[in-house]
């Protein structure tokens, strides 16, 4: 299934996730299993965690004091859908497995 998520993209140009595990580097074109990383201050929802379009209105993509953020095109499976409000980015897309097939050129919010 596609999916998009969206990442930090470190000075470096490495790509991580925003808030759990952030100091994860995640690779391109390869497959990666999710983990289980309960984070105080989050509800508990282990899974990669994608959107069905590259919209998270909730989310700026040049933080202050952070990393910009990019999105970025993916491929997920063992996925479960979980509803979301639209000022969230809608329905989540919540997965076992993700591959990074590409990033995305385009700025959406």
């Keep these: 299934m596609k999916a998009y998520k969206l990442f930090k ?6 790509l991580g996730p925003l808030f759990i595990n952030a100091s ?3 690779p391109e074109g ?3 299993k999710a983990g289980d990383h309960p984070t105080k201050g989050f509800a508990h929802r282990p899974g990669w965690h994608c959107t ?4 998270a209105p909730h989310l700026s993509l040049n933080p202050k004091g952070g990393p910009k953020r990019i999105w970025c095109e993916v491929e997920v499976c ?3 859908l979980y509803d979301r ?3 969230q ?3 989540w897309v ?3 497995w993700l591959k990074i097939t590409r990033r995305l050129d385009h700025e959406a919010s």
């Design 89 to 91: 980015g809608g329905t």
């Design 85 to 87: 409000p639209e000022s």
């Design 52 to 55: 069905l379009k590259p919209e």
């Design 24 to 26: 994860q580097r995640i």
């Design 9 to 14: 993209l470190r000075a470096d140009g490495t």
């Design 30 to 32: 390869v497959w990666l």
């Design 78 to 80: 063992e996925t479960k």
């Design 94 to 96: 919540l997965a076992e």
